[in-house]
């Protein structure tokens, strides 16, 4: 497979895209990971808590997050790219687009087949929604082309 099919997206605004998108991440992940801080203070020695299952299930959650997370700016970076988007409102229906694709039917899911909390349900909308429209109107703002004059 040849690199050269895939769409060139601005390095700063993978880095940029991928801050963006953790902090959303982690604003979810939060409640978790700061029980496994409390829990880590609690623990007798450094040593102990750091070969415990909690804090590789910590470290792997972060990583596999941040990895995700690089890997979703450079996708909305691209299909930026490869549509031609150039304004906020193109920006949002964009990120729109990749809501429903992606978010909609684990919403729907989580509603009438796992009968959750709407409260539950709600915060992960919003945090659906800030990850694709919020990050794709951001990498619009930030400029995602190599080349702009391309």
Known sequence: ????????????????????????????????????????????T?????????ASGAAIAWGTSLVGSALQSYGVGAL??????????????LGGLIFLSTSAPGVLAQVFTEK?????????????LFETVGLSVFLTWWGTRTNPFE
């Open 1 to 44: 497979m040849s690199l050269h099919y895939l769409p060139p997206v601005k390095p700063s605004a993978i880095a940029l895209g991928t801050a963006f998108n953790h902090t959303a991440e982690l604003a979810i992940l939060a409640p978790l990971l700061g029980q496994t801080y409390q829990r880590a203070k609690a623990a007798n």
């Open 46 to 54: 450094k040593e102990e808590f750091i070969r415990s299952q909690e």
């Open 80 to 93: 930026i790219n490869a549509t031609g988007t150039l304004s906020y409102k193109g920006a949002a229906y």
């Open 116 to 128: 959750r909390a709407l409260e539950t349900v709600g915060v992960n909308v919003i945090t659906k």
